[in-house]
């Protein structure tokens, strides 16, 4: 002090300790509460009756209220922090007026509202359970009747107000609040955990348990097969399940008996009794009376039963006879009585300890032989694709948790500002999502709602009948070319950015509400389209007003919500197209990015993550049972399209989990691509375009090393990538497979040298435009490979027939891909055909490898789909006229520019001008006819004859041609 005396910071140093003394006494020593013994209970009844006798607070009764306190606290000597507590609880009973009585609160100590609602919420979290009937206050005593703990809705309600109105701090209220934040993040976190592990199990089979998951009794018919003894009771409980198995599988049973025999008389019995037949003469019918069973065929007293095939002298000639249960009598010509070893090993046992026989996959007819096996194909049912998570849907918090219920007070009362900031306080400072619990969630929805409802009345401005203005012909320019960019619909309200913060916290749980998610949907593509610049195809592009951050905004909402609530969603089949009529707005690329962030989000939570789980188990199932009938089989576009009913469902419900699993199935069995790709006959937009992220994500995130280590072979999933590729562009092109984002991915790649994506170009332009490579020639034969087209033609046939309606619509697909773009330079018909020539070079003299063998496959495949390419486009001029002669030439650069500016060798700069001279050949030699015909005239007598026989055809007089 005294320092700061001679510094002349503070001037009289006794005066500053004197106010030092005072501060001391104030803060230590001053009483703050009131002297109870003053108190009147009379002046307490008075103000109860001022408080409670007047029904719902009214504004205009607000001043004599307020004074009536002040007299009553002033005349009876009350305590004004209790005062303050009794209006607060008048406060809480009436509910419509709460805000009105919150108005007297100024008239009290600031810190007495704060410490009166503390200790409202300490008292109803104390135990009570010492107390007495009566000594308890009757408050609340509705929420106590009803089973509730803690403190009542009523005292959460007037928290709320109080906090909205600013009377105390949510901060200040959080700390009084019981459990504790930490206990309810530590409960959330070790269910959410238990939860999640229940999900995991999900894509576990548990190949010795035959029960349903989660049952782990077994039926009264198991208990007594099991308890049978021996070995014959076990096994029996074994082959007891082989019928469920064989008919979950599609494979059916034998005909009934009047089928089988066809008027043949029944087979005999044999005398060793039921189950070994035929280890002894003496065979006769069955006892009169005892029927045929299922795998036990009666007979004398031995019960072994099942065994068959050893049959001795007396075994019936003729075909063999089915029984019930699927045994062969009759059999000859054989060993062991006319059944060979593999024979008997295949089906010979059968019922052995009960006489329980699996079904056959099919039934051979009487009479038939190997050549008459009929198979029937039986579809799984759609009852067995279980995707319903909904189940999964548990709650990971307590239903009367405190923080939750102020948390939904604050949203009642509209203070959303308070409520956000709760959310995102329990999201990251303790990792609990509060939109986990139903009532939570139902009132961000219901906010949700309200705010989307103003843009979504916009779309629609003569009621929903009227039709969405962003798909009315009228207002689209294409449909109507006299409309100007004018006469377009006005844009609706710009979203809210509190829509956003919502759909943060729901994340998944979105769900929840169809019905809003589609409203939400409709509402981003008006954002997209009036807001982010991207127009659908025949509006104008717009040039002003384009704000960049809603594209990442709206991406932020698919990917994070609409994803995951697809996936629960239950095969919503509307809700796909929905979705894709957003995504259809944007870039591929866009796009991608959405759907590598949707797989990550539809994993986050786990009823999102059992929904995924479920789809990827019912794919496996349909993949498991998936067996078509021959090409020549009538039945088998009716498998086909139940097979394809069923993957459609699944594909609906999570189609970038399906297209996952169907990338993992083309690169772990490539000859199972072409069945897989016949039943994808149902897709919708949105599938086949995940299915095209897929491909290509799979094709680059693996790396460059698809060869093997020989060098001169590709990997196998490489080859079922390039036969998935190829398949899908051919089915699936008039869908949404972006066949131009595909060809551009390809040409970047080659571009950049990586000569592995010239594989994926062969397979498309083998599968879609019917053109193969160069065929692979006898050795004796290779000199034809140096002459013209015409005797390779003849000498080299291809396997596809070009001239096939669907290689000509492929062809055009492609040219057409080939030819987008608004500017020449972004066209890729000649572009991709240099970069290929460019590769031919890089393959030869730059490619980093030591191995001369990888060298010379490698240039030999680039050099087999160049050819391909360049027959491409030799077909689409000269023999299917799909492109005309000047639009080709506008694209193609002089040969000198070719081989100076390009790089491009000279026999390939040839080779791309070869289609040009080929189309002008009949045109010139009309003009050389006519040059020789008007040298033949001009010239004398013996030249002009001499000319004449050159122009007929030589001294032959056989005409060359040309």
Same mark, same amino acid.
């Given at each position: ?300 007293? =031995?019960?072994? +039963?099942? !065994?068959? &095939? %050893?049959?001795?002298?007396? /075994? *019936?000639? $003729? ?5 019930? @249960?699927?045994?062969?009598?009759? =059999?000859?010509? +054989?060993? !062991?009585? &006319? %059944?060979?070893?593999?024979? /008997? *090993?295949? $089906? ?5 300890? @009960? ?11 009487? &009479? ?595």
């Amino acid at each position: 002090m005294e320092l700061m005396a001679h510094s002349g910071v503070v001037g009289n140093v006794e005066i500053i300790r004197k106010k030092e003394r005072q501060a001391y006494t104030s803060m230590y020593f001053k009483q703050d509460k009131f002297n109870l013994l003053r108190e009147e209970n009379e002046g307490y009844g008075k103000l109860l009756t001022a408080l409670l006798s007047g029904g719902e607070l009214q504004q205009q009764h607000l001043p004599a209220l307020r004074n009536e306190i002040k007299s009553l606290i002033g005349a009876f000597k009350l305590d004004p922090n209790r005062v303050c507590d009794l209006v607060l609880e008048a406060a809480a009973r009436d509910a419509a007026g709460c805000r009105v009585w919150l108005q007297l609160m100024p008239m009290f100590n600031k810190d007495a509202p704060m410490q009166m609602l503390a200790m409202k919420f300490l008292h109803y979290q104390q135990d009570h359970s010492n107390l007495t009937a009566g000594e308890d206050d009757a408050s609340g005593s509705a929420d106590k009747a009803a089973g509730n703990k803690g403190p009542p809705v009523s005292l959460f309600q007037l928290a709320a107000e109080m906090i909205k109105g600013g009377h105390v701090s949510l901060e200040g209220l959080l700390s009084y609040l019981s459990p504790t934040a930490d206990e309810l993040s530590n409960s959330y976190k070790t269910r959410f955990e238990q939860l999640r592990e229940e999900v995991k199990g999900l894509s576990l089979a548990n190949l010795g348990d035959s029960t349903t998951p989660g049952d782990t009794t077994a039926g009264p018919a198991e208990e007594a097969a099991a308890a049978g003894g021996g070995g014959g009771g076990r096994l029996a409980l074994l082959t007891g399940k082989l019928d469920e198995i064989a008919q979950t599988r599609g494979i059916t049973d034998a005909p009934d008996e009047p089928a089988r025999y066809q008027g043949r008389p029944p087979p005999p019995s044999g005398m060793l009794g039921p189950g070994i037949q035929g280890m002894g003469p003496g065979m006769g019918p069955p006892p009169p009376g005892v029927p045929w069973q299922r795998g036990i065929v009666p007979g004398g007293p =031995m019960g072994m +039963g099942g !065994m068959q &095939g %050893m049959g001795g002298p007396n /075994m *019936m000639a $003729g075909p063999p006879y089915m029984a019930p @249960g699927g045994m062969l009598y009759g =059999m000859q010509n +054989g060993p !062991m009585g &006319g %059944m060979s070893a593999s024979q /008997m *090993m295949g $089906g010979g046992v059968r019922g052995l300890g @009960g006489g329980v026989s699996a079904a056959p996959q099919a039934v051979r007819p009487p &009479g038939g032989g190997g050549a008459d096996y009929q198979a029937t194909y039986n579809v799984m049912p759609a009852s067995q694709l279980d995707l319903d998570a909904r189940a999964y849907d548990r709650a990971l918090l307590e239903k009367g948790d405190s923080h939750l219920q102020l948390l939904q007070a604050l949203m009642r009362v509209g203070d959303w500002e308070h409520a956000l900031g709760m959310l995102e306080w329990l999201q990251k400072c303790h990792g609990v999502q509060a939109t986990n619990d139903l009532d939570t969630s139902r009132h961000v929805l219901s906010h949700l709602k309200s705010l989307l409802t103003p843009t979504y009345t916009s779309l629609y401005p003569k009621g929903p009948l009227g039709g969405n203005v962003l798909k009315r012909p009228p207002y689209s320019t294409a449909g109507n070319p006299g409309r100007t960019p004018q006469a377009l619909p006005a844009p609706g309200p710009e979203l809210d950015p509190l829509v956003h913060q919502l759909l943060e916290h729901l994340g998944a749980y979105v769900y929840r509400d169809t019905e809003i998610v589609v409203m939400l949907l409709r509402v981003l593509q008006h954002e997209l389209v009036f807001y982010g610049g991207m127009r659908p195809l025949g509006w104008p592009v717009a040039q002003q007003g384009v704000d960049s951050s809603k594209v990442e905004q709206v991406s932020k909402v698919l990917s994070n919500n609409i994803f995951p609530a697809l996936c629960i969603s239950y095969a919503n089949r509307a809700l796909s197209q929905e979705i894709w009529d957003v995504l259809e707005l944007m870039p591929f690329a866009d796009r991608a990015e959405i759907y590598r962030q949707g797989i990550a989000a539809c994993s986050a939570t786990p009823v999102s993550a059992a929904a995924s789980t479920l789809a990827v188990k019912a794919f496996k199932k349909i993949k498991a049972r998936l067996a078509l009938p021959d090409k020549t089989d009538k039945a088998r576009k009716d498998v086909i399209r139940a097979n394809a009913h069923l993957l459609s469902k699944v594909t609906h419900s999570a189609p970038l989990q399906v297209a996952d699993q169907i990338m993992w199935w083309a690169a772990g069995s490539p000859n199972a691509v072409e069945p897989l790709a016949e039943i994808m006959k149902l897709p919708n937009n949105l599938t086949i375009d995940c299915l095209t992220y897929m491909v290509l994500q799979w094709w680059s995130r693996l790396g460059k090393n698809k060869m093997k280590a020989d060098g001169a072979n590709e990997e196998d999933w490489v080859t079922g990538i390039m036969e998935l590729l190829g398949l899908a562009c051919r089915f699936h092109s008039m869908y949404s497979f972006d066949l131009g984002h595909v060809l551009r991915f390809m040409y970047d790649g080659i571009k950049n040298g990586d000569a592995m994506d010239m594989l994926l170009l062969k397979s498309l332009l083998s599968k879609m435009t019917g053109i193969e490579g160069p065929a692979t020639v006898d050795p004796k034969d290779a000199h034809i490979l140096c002459s013209g087209n015409v005797l390779q033609a003849e000498k080299i046939t291809s396997v596809l027939d070009r001239s096939e309606k669907k290689y000509v619509s492929g062809r055009r697909m492609v040219l057409e891909e080939l030819q987008d773009g608004p500017a020449i330079d972004q066209q890729l018909l000649v572009p991709l055909a240099i970069a290929m020539s460019q590769q031919l070079e890089y393959t030869l003299y730059a490619l980093p490898t030591r191995h001369i063998k990888e060298v010379a496959e490698l240039h030999d495949r680039v050099n087999d789909t160049t050819q391909q390419y360049l027959t491409f486009i030799e077909q689409c001029i000269v023999k299917d006229k799909l492109l005309a002669l000047e639009q080709y030439l506008s694209v193609l650069p002089p040969i000198h520019r070719l081989i100076s500016e390009y790089g491009v060798h000279p026999a390939f700069a040839w080779a791309l001008w070869r289609p040009v001279i080929t189309a002008l050949e009949p045109e010139l030699m009309v003009k050389l006819e006519a040059k020789l015909a008007a040298a033949a005239a001009a010239a004398g007598d013996e030249e002009g004859d001499e000319l004449a026989g050159l122009l007929a055809g030589g001294p032959g007089g056989k005409s060359h041609g040309g």
